[in-house]
């Protein structure tokens, strides 16, 4: 993604493309996938959010899933809000913001713990509280005039976008940035990513929003996992803020190599595995798949993508094997208190 570009780059394309390439090799050694030749009919199915940059994602990972193979990614008209991935956009009046805003965390609690990203990113931009006090002004989480939608002020809106917008440029194989004090490395990219990681636990991990923002993909994925008969392999590409409210409804808390805790690095997935074991039980392991900052930059072919298995609460079976009814309990509409 270029920085300040809402589109997919060359460079992000080879990116996923070589994910694709990874996860096509694991799906043929599991056997459930051939190795080279176009899997079956209906084997493969794809969804990607209306907006051309998922669009284009989905498109690239498939070139490496299925090369030279035809596949058509489903999506909504470009533009036209899809619920199952941005229901904040295509139903903003299940969202009642003066009634969740009572119900989320401390935003000014959670950015005064990440002292250290924000002095960090004041050294980067060099600049001084007249030009840059929204990294000492309060973090603050308000209704906008609809009552729909949220309106983020000082380092829980700014700083957030500045550290990801600075990942995003490394990330995209952009020259390093010079900073007063040097170059800006791998490791600072990583401490800055807790800005952002503190934005998602503001304003998207909280249960009160999670609830309303996964409701169609849960039940989507619920389905998914008791079909049976339906895709060896679905993908659908949405956004972090896709991710995160899942997250949450899980009780998942992880940490990707070069990123800070529960950051949801550029190009991860949250992926739900499903074994069987020839007498009709179902199993289902949960992970995390990402590449680490200096692997997506490089593109190196030789670095195999991180793969993780956070533990799911209530998951207790040998190699975190999880039964299809405790993610259905997860995955519900009753409000449980936090685990």
């Known amino acids: 993604m270029e920085w300040g570009s809402r589109d997919l780059t ?11 390439t990874f996860d096509r090799v694991w799906m043929a050694e599991a056997g459930l996938m051939p190795a080279k030749a176009c899997p079956s009919a209906g084997a493969v199915a794809v969804r990607a959010n209306s907006s051309a940059r998922t669009i284009a994602s989905a498109e690239a990972f498939v070139r490496g899933f299925m090369p030279g193979c035809s596949m058509t990614v489903m999506h909504k008209p ?3 809000p899809d619920v199952l991935f941005s229901p904040l956009d295509a139903d903003p009046a299940r969202f009642d913001m003066s009634a969740i805003i009572p119900q989320l965390p401390d935003a000014d609690r959670i950015f005064r713990a ?9 050294r980067v931009l060099d600049c001084g509280p007249a030009s840059c006090g929204f990294l000492s002004a309060p973090a603050h989480v308000g ?36 900073t007063p004090s040097g170059v800006l490395d791998v490791g600072d990219l990583g401490t800055l990513s807790a800005l952002h990681a503190g934005m998602l636990e503001a304003v998207v991990r909280p249960r009160a929003l999670a609830e ?9 994925l619920l389905q998914d996992l008791r079909d049976e008969g339906g895709p060896a392999f679905r993908l659908y590409m949405g956004h972090d803020d896709t991710i995160g409210p899942l997250q949450t409804m899980l009780g998942l808390h992880f940490r990707v190599p070069g990123y800070a805790e529960d950051e949801i690095p550029i190009g991860s997935a949250l992926g739900f595995a499903v074994y069987g074991n020839g007498t009709g039980e179902r199993r289902i ?3 995390i798949q990402s590449q680490t900052p200096q692997a997506l930059r490089d593109l190196d ?33 009753v409000r449980r208190a936090e685990r």
């Open 78 to 80: 470009p533009g036209q």
């Open 301 to 333: 072919g030789k670095a195999l993508p991180v793969v993780l298995y956070p533990q799911v609460p209530g998951c207790t079976q040998p190699g975190g094997l999880c039964a299809p009814e405790v993610l259905a309990q997860d995955f519900s509409e």
């Open 285 to 287: 392991r949960v992970f």
């Open 212 to 220: 309303p923002l996964s409701r169609e993909m849960r039940a989507r």
């Open 114 to 122: 990440k002292g250290e990203a924000l002095k960090l990113l004041g």
């Open 143 to 178: 209704v906008d005039a609809t009552g729909h939608q949220l309106v983020l002020t000082g380092p829980v809106a700014q700083a957030s976008s500045l550290s990801e917008a600075l990942m995003l440029s490394y990330l995209d194989g952009k020259p390093l940035v010079q």
């Open 10 to 20: 060359p460079h992000g394309a080879l990116g996923l493309t070589a994910l694709g």
